[in-house]
């Protein structure tokens, strides 16, 4: 196996690391019944975002690299697609994550007993309307670099 084709391994592989705990977020949160089970929801998140952080950066390296590499792959629409994509949910993380992850995070450490009251339900489908645009955009992406279709 070649540099080449390691650098396509890791890639993939980062893909499935950074990108899968990413589509699963919403789910891990979305059937808790009480504020326990919520809290302890948001704490795996927590968690799992390492994952989405390592992936998505073993991501951009690596496809740049392989772009370096081969320098052909900076001539394909599908790759400039990608990269701008890739940009753009890069940027959604502290321009539309963060200003809606801090509410969140406010309202999960002042909020006292079992029942889950109205006003998460408001703040969290402002996040889960902003993660599930991050997540189109990566399916686009994960399209593009199958198919290559252009």
């Known amino acids: ?42 704490f795996i998140r927590g968690k799992l975002h390492v994952f989405t952080l390592v992936g998505g950066t073993l991501l951009l390296i690596t496809g740049l690299w392989m ?20 940009m753009i949910a890069l940027a959604c993380g502290p321009l539309l994550l963060s200003p809606r992850s801090k509410p969140m995070k406010d309202f999960l450490k002042r909020c006292k007993g079992e029942e889950i009251p109205k006003e998460y339900y408001l703040l969290s489908g402002r996040l889960f309307a902003a993660e599930r645009l991050e997540n189109s955009i990566f399916l686009v992406i994960i399209g593009l670099m199958i198919l290559k279709p252009f």
């Open 1 to 42: 196996m070649g540099f080449y084709e390691i650098l396509v391994f890791v890639h993939v592989f980062s893909a499935i690391i950074g990108m899968g705990p990413g589509f699963v977020m919403i789910f891990v949160v979305k059937h808790a019944s009480t504020m326990t089970e919520l809290k302890h929801a948001y």
């Open 67 to 86: 772009g370096f590499l081969n320098t052909y792959l900076f001539a394909q629409g599908w790759y400039w697609l990608s990269l701008i994509l890739f």
